[in-house]
């Protein structure tokens, strides 16, 4: 990934259609609601497409699924498959895994052989739609091969736009969104760093205290338009948390150029967007090292 030749790094990129397999019926539900609660277009673009949508804007992104099986019994898309799009097309495209902690050792060995035989690059976690507390101890075997290779993890916080408007929530409990309850899991895992995804509302200021106080503790700014964010959220990316705060879109719920645009107004310092856009991502992600 050669970093001059891109504007941006979209470290949150949702894969949604497989190349291989049906849309699962249960997702659809899901997908149908939460094309309703975004505004957004109810066909989702294959990976292919998302990365000609990238590429044409010549912005990097991370991509993964979000593997909820026990949860939710939705049949996950293959780590497997996303990987392999990313080494066919690593100029623009990073490939992180998902995995269910309620598979604990093995779902540890799959972490394991995805990183090592598929180059993947960091794991994401939504505990209320995987149905888990984030410092549950059937997490930990996933945890400590994370933090072996060094790698970082997303976290979903907040309020969750998927199961927004279904009966009982689609089932998802948002207590599990909580920021605070990934502080444990920064604290025992020193050696991963948690991305800790979109503004947290309505636990906003959990998460920039994490962001502060924990060195490995970081902060995409994904799943909301710029213009709605709280304003301490604007004003720490301003300051201390400039190098902490990271681009992310929630595509293809929201595009990146409708993020970049609303951004551009959002009250940013001229000098802190490099950050956002790229420089922090890239030193995160480790990228031209």
Request: hydrophobic residues 40%.
């Amino acid at each position: 990934m050669d970093l001059s030749k891109l504007k941006a790094i979209d470290v949150h990129v949702h894969a949604e259609v497989s190349c291989h397999h049906p849309e699962d019926p249960i997702m659809g539900k899901f997908l149908d609601a939460a094309s309703t609660y975004f505004k957004a277009e109810r066909r989702r673009p294959t990976i292919a497409e998302t990365i000609a949508h990238y590429r044409e804007r010549q912005i990097g992104f991370v991509m993964f699924t979000v593997d909820m099986e026990a949860g939710t019994g939705i049949k996950r898309i293959s780590n497997e498959e996303i990987a392999e799009a990313a080494r066919e097309n690593e100029d623009i495209m990073i490939a992180f895994a998902s995995i269910d902690p309620h598979k604990g050792k093995m779902g540890a060995l799959e972490a394991r052989r995805l990183v090592e035989e598929h180059g993947v690059k960091g794991f994401k976690f939504h505990p209320p739609m995987q149905n888990f507390h984030p410092y549950d101890r059937m997490a930990w075997p996933l945890y400590e091969v994370i933090a072996e290779y060094g790698l970082p993890a997303i976290f979903h916080t907040g309020h969750s736009g998927m199961g927004t408007g279904m009966k009982g929530g689609g089932g998802i409990r948002l207590k599990y969104g909580q920021p605070m309850l990934v502080d444990d899991v920064a604290v025992d895992f020193p050696d991963m760093k948690i991305i800790l995804a979109h503004p947290s509302w309505p636990w906003t200021d959990e998460s920039l205290s994490m962001a502060l106080h924990k060195e490995n503790v970081f902060i995409d700014l994904s799943g909301w338009s710029p213009r709605y964010f709280p304003k301490q959220v604007v004003q720490y990316a301003n300051t201390q948390l400039r190098k902490k705060m990271l681009f992310g879109s929630d595509y293809p719920l929201i595009p990146p150029d409708k993020w970049l645009a609303d951004a551009a107004e959002a009250g940013f310092r001229e000098e802190v967007m490099p950050l956002i856009l790229k420089e922090n991502a890239a030193k995160l992600l480790k990228l031209g090292v």
